[in-house]
Nanobody
Framework: VQLQASGGGLVQAGGSLRLSCAAS??????????RGWYRQAPGNQRDLVAT???????NYADAVKGRFTISRDIAKNTLYLQMNSLKPEDTAVYYC?????????WGQGTLVTVSS
């Protein structure tokens, strides 16, 4: 599976961005049972932002609850992250992933910069 993330950019605090992650190619063995967004700020580890499983159940990091929404378009094989009320501390490279029983696939990352 190849994952292509897009939609990052520079935005002022309080603004919004929508990230997209398009999946293509063969996934090999196993079905994708969860997809997610993670982020990594400079000098920090990669942290969970949000996930959505095959049944549509979502999970969010406490830091983004109420501001970010994860969704997917199954027909387009695309994952989204709507980010509202952005804060400078949301600045990071955002990565999408797709998880099967056998492997985790990662996209290349898209940079989100929130200015104060």
């Amino acid at each position: 599976v190849q994952l292509q993330a897009s939609g990052g950019g520079l935005v002022q605090a309080g603004g919004s961005l929508r990230l997209s992650c398009a999946a293509s190619g063969s996934r090999g063995r196993g079905s994708i049972y969860v997809r997610g967004w993670y982020r990594q700020a400079p000098g920090n580890q990669r942290d969970l932002v949000a996930t959505i499983d095959a049944g549509g159940t979502t999970n969010y990091a406490d830091a983004v609850k109420g501001r970010f929404t994860i969704s997917r378009d199954i027909a387009k094989n695309t994952l989204y992250l709507q980010m509202n009320s952005l804060k400078p501390e949301d600045t990071a490279v955002y990565y999408c992933n797709a998880v099967t029983k056998y492997q985790t696939y990662w996209g290349q990352g898209t940079l989100v910069t929130v200015s104060s």
